[in-house]
Structures are given as structure tokens and as C-alpha cells.
């Protein structure tokens, strides 16, 4: 945390900077339980979920009974096929039905890469949007539930670039991406902003740099379920001025950088145009672990790349991985934990393969483009229902009956469920 840099208060035609130091640290609001189980899903999909006819779904939310997804696609149609429905990069359905929600229709002239529940019936997205109803919105917005309108109050604005993740406690909202500040105000590639007004929090600042190659971003971030706690990774190497290879944890009362830091993400094991190999974060429903899956250059090299991997949630200065379960050769994108399993996403044809090389070594075993793992010891459970690999499964979302996947493909446990679908559970 800058201790000496000023806090920024906009009024009325005219800004007034206040010294930090004038501020108590805010403490971290609760923050909704995740949702958990105490076993694993089915691997019969349910057949209700609509169908997402192009492009890639990047994010799934549910709130409430609403559920939203988002990605690149434009198209969408119900579970029983018919009328397509022209909806661009965000749409809702109700849960438990799949009946397509056509209040809720905003018009977002771009990607919505991540979204999080936003105060008063609201959810807050983003992504590389440029405006939402024709009206400029770069990169972040807050919308409401009940029909897709932009919530006059929220006014937050990325200064360049892209949000690749976003997440929020209910007060804060946390923006991770490539862009040199928000609403004027320079904030490298990670930001908290009120979740309510979008107003930037310069008390939260921490400051990552010296970019390992290519842009500097943030590639994906997580919550822990106290909200004290922020994971973050990316291309960087360095936060607040401290060796940070690509992987950090930050005191979010604080602001601070925490001592937990681990050298794991530092071999090379990607290509010029990569500029990072992390991919998603997520924490456990208790907040003692949090697990890390990463991609990958075309080539199998030393290292955790193209792997899910455990770490414990404590301030280890030298963290080692709890456990590891490598592809061999394929890329991870999500991830999201139960008490009963870690999932992943990708487009990953064997697990437990750490001796393969795109190949399957000794002791892997065959998982198509979706898996579970054992939380304890990282080994791949029996789970195994299979999905067409094409790019990879980007999004999972957890909730109280099931778990949803949205990819960028058509088969899901050898059943039509285009880009999206729902494992209740067993």
C-alpha cells in the first residue's frame, strides 16, 4: 500500500485529495458462501439448459434463480431448439427451466469476459465492450436484472485496454486486465473500484510491473469466501516491488501485499504471442486452499504449465505446491472447487499425466475436455462425462444443485448441449 499517496474524493465540479493516512483500513464485508457439495455431480447433463448456437462462452453466474452467461457468442435458442434469438455476448435464463429471460436483453457491442452479482438486483460485467445500449462503457458495467438497463449511478470507465476478470464482495469490486487506469486515474492492470458508484478506491493500490513479456496484465483473479484475501497472476513478476513471479496474494483490509509467494510459475514452458500461461483461480468453500490451472506453448516442458495445482492459503514466503495433476500437453482454463472435487475445464485429453508428453504416459488416464480431482490428494476421480475438446471449457459455476459448463463446443456427455450445460447433483 502507498502510504503517502492521496485519496481521491470527486464532488460537485471539483476534485479534493485527502491524505490516506486520514483513512482506517476498511475492514472486508462478508461475502456470500460459495456453493458447495458433498459429493460429485452427475455425469448425466440435465436437458433443460439452452442452447448457445456460436463463438465461446467465457463466464456463467447465478443469481438468485437468474442465471446469466456470457462470452463472444451472438446467437442463443432455447433447450428444444426453434426460434434463434439474436443475443450478443450476454443473455438470461431461469434456473431449473432454462426459459430464456427476454426482459433482460442489453446490447453489449463486445466481449463480456467475467461478470459478479452487484448490489440491489444488479450484476456487474466485464470485458472488451465499448458502450451497452449505444451508450460508451468501456469495459465495465453495472446492470440491472430486471431489464438489462445500465444503472444510471455506476459510472466506471477503463482508460485503454481490456478487463479479463472481474470480482466483487458486495461493497468492492476488484477489475483485473491490461489497462493503464480507471476513470483517469492510473491503476496498472488490477483496480478496486465501489461496487455501487464504480468510483476508483486509491486506497487499494497495489502496483504490478516489469511484465515477464508481451503486455502487462492481469490474467485472472479470485476471492476468497472472507473477502480478505485476493489471489491475482498474470504476466508480471513483480507487486509493490517484490519478486512476484506471475502469482500473488493480496491482504485486502490492508491493501498490502501479503509474504505468500512461490518460485512454481517461474520456468518457461509457453511461446512469444503467451504472454502468461495462468489461467483461472478458485478459492475452497472454507478458504484454506486455493487451486491454479494453467495453459501452455505446443511443447512439454518442466514446470507447472498445463496443470491444476493446490496451494494452501497461509503466508508461506516459499510456497510449494500441495499437489499437482499435469495433461501431458493440453491446456486448463477453469476451475472451480466443491468439498467433494476440483473441477477443471479445457481441451485436455488425459489427466494424472506427468509423464506424458502429448501423449499418454504412465498412469494417465483418458478425461476429454472436462474432469474432477480429488481436493485431498490430487489424484483424477472416476467422474468422467466427457465433452468435444474444440478450444476448451472457459467457464464452470457451481451451484447449491449442480454445476454449469459453457465452451465453445456442441457434445457434452455425448449429448447435444451447445456451449452450455448443467450437471445436477447425483
Not at 446469466?68 to 434463434?84: D, H, K, M, N, P
Not at 496498472?188 to 461496487?195: E, F, G, P, T, Y
Not at 513471479?245 to 512469444?272: F, H, N, R
Not at 486448463?332 to 472435487?341: C, F, G, H, K, Q
Request: proline fraction near 7%; hydrophobic fraction near 35%; aromatic fraction near 8%.
Amino acid at each position: 500500500m502507498k502510504p503517502n499517496r492521496p485519496f481521491l474524493a470527486l464532488t460537485m465540479g471539483s476534485v479534493l485529495l485527502i491524505p490516506t493516512a486520514a483513512y482506517a483500513a476498511p475492514a472486508a464485508p462478508a461475502v456470500p458462501a460459495p456453493a458447495d457439495h458433498s459429493r460429485v455431480v452427475s455425469d448425466d447433463p440435465v436437458r433443460w439448459t439452452p442452447h448457445v448456437l456460436d463463438g465461446r462462452v467465457k463466464d456463467i453466474l447465478l443469481i438468485g434463480d437468474t442465471v446469466l452467461v456470457s462470452g463472444s457468442f451472438t446467437q442463443v435458442s432455447e433447450a428444444e431448439g426453434g426460434r434463434v434469438y439474436d443475443m450478443p455476448h450476454l443473455f438470461a435464463f431461469e434456473h431449473g427451466t432454462g426459459r430464456i429471460l427476454h426482459d433482460f436483453e442489453p446490447d453489449v457491442d463486445g466481449t463480456v469476459t467475467s461478470m459478479a452479482p452487484g448490489a440491489d438486483g444488479t450484476v456487474l460485467i466485464g470485458g472488451y465492450f465499448r458502450s451497452v445500449d449505444g451508450r460508451p462503457s468501456r469495459g465495465l458495467a453495472r446492470l440491472s436484472l430486471r431489464d438489462g438497463e445500465a444503472v444510471p449511478g455506476f459510472r466506471a470507465t477503463i482508460d485503454g485496454g481490456n478487463v479479463h476478470r472481474i470480482a466483487s464482495d458486495g461493497t468492492h469490486l476488484y477489475v483485473g486486465g491490461s489497462f493503464p487506469g480507471v476513470n483517469g486515474v492510473e491503476q496498472h492492470s488490477l483496480a478496486r473500484l465501489d461496487a455501487r458508484t464504480g468510483t476508483v478506491d486509491t486506497r487499494f493500490a497495489p502496483e504490478v510491473s516489469e511484465a515477464r513479456q508481451g503486455v502487462l496484465k492481469v490474467q485472472d483473479l479470485a476471492l476468497s469466501p472472507n473477502g480478505e484475501r485476493l489471489a491475482v497472476n498474470g504476466s508480471f513478476t513483480k507487486v509493490d516491488g517484490e519478486d512476484r513471479y506471475q502469482i500473488a496474494m493480496i491482504d485486502t483490509v490492508s491493501g498490502s501485499l501479503t509474504p505468500w509467494a512461490t518460485s512454481a510459475y517461474e520456468k518457461p514452458c509457453d511461446y512469444p504471442g503467451l504472454y502468461t500461461y495462468m489461467r483461472q483461480m478458485d478459492f475452497s468453500p472454507d478458504g484454506s486452499f486455493f487451486a491454479v490451472v494453467t495453459a501452455g506453448g505446443p511443447e512439454v516442458k518442466p514446470g507447472l504449465c498445463k496443470s491444476v495445482a493446490r496451494f494452501e492459503t497461509d503466508d508461506d514466503s516459499d510456497a510449494e505446491p500441495t499437489w499437482s495433476n499435469k495433461t501431458g500437453g493440453d491446456s486448463l482454463y477453469s476451475v472451480e472447487i466443491t468439498s467433494a472435487a476440483v473441477y477443471v475445464g479445457g481441451h485436455q485429453r488425459w489427466m494424472n499425466n506427468a509423464k506424458g508428453a502429448v501423449n499418454p504416459g504412465p498412469g494417465s488416464v483418458a478425461r476429454e475436455g472436462i474432469a474432477a480431482v480429488d481436493p485431498e490428494s490430487g489424484e483424477t476421480l472416476p467422474w468422467n462425462p466427457g465433452r468435444t475438446r474444440g478450444h476448451g471449457a472457459e467457464a464452470l459455476e457451481a451451484t447449491p444443485d449442480g454445476l454449469y459448463v459453457g465452451s465453445d463446443t456442441e457434445r457434452l456427455a455425448d449429448e447435444y448441449h451447445a456451449r452450455l450445460g448443467m450437471f445436477p447433483i447425483a
